[in-house]
Nanobody, 119 residues
Framework: VQLVESGGGSVQAGGSLRLSCVASGLTVRNYCMGWFRQAPGKGREAVATINSDGKISYADSVKGRFTISKDNAKNTVYLQMNSLTPEDTAMYYC???????????????WGQGTQVTVS
């Protein structure tokens, strides 16, 4: 399994970015896919998840600003991030797990991360 993130960068507060996670070795349609982030000196935070049944969840801190989606044809998961604030600055990671992993918090597959910096 390989997950490759892209789309990070530097943006001013109020701006937008769209992160992409291209998966190989698994079919995103059949997996729970998630976006996580970790800021320097802080723990890892679940940002958004989308399960194989289409159920979506968001961290309270990003509700109304971030949108997670899947493109099954491209085997890719996206995270659209709008109204970014400096508090969103972090390394963002894509993760994949089974349907149950989505609820258990056990994520066996991770990407290498993409940096998002908001100033």
């Amino acid at each position: 399994v390989q997950l490759v993130e892209s789309g990070g960068g530097s943006v001013q507060a109020g701006g937008s970015l769209r992160l992409s996670c291209v998966a190989s070795g698994l079919t995103v349609r059949n997996y729970c896919m998630g976006w996580f982030r970790q800021a320097p000196g802080k723990g890892r935070e679940a940002v958004a998840t989308i399960n194989s049944d289409g159920k979506i969840s968001y961290a309270d801190s990003v509700k109304g600003r971030f949108t997670i989606s899947k493109d099954n044809a491209k085997n890719t998961v996206y995270l659209q991030m709008n109204s970014l604030t400096p508090e969103d600055t972090a390394m963002y990671y894509c993760a994949a797990g089974s349907y149950v992993d989505c609820y258990s918090g056990s994520w066996p597959s991770w990407g290498q991360g993409t940096q998002v910096t908001v100033s």
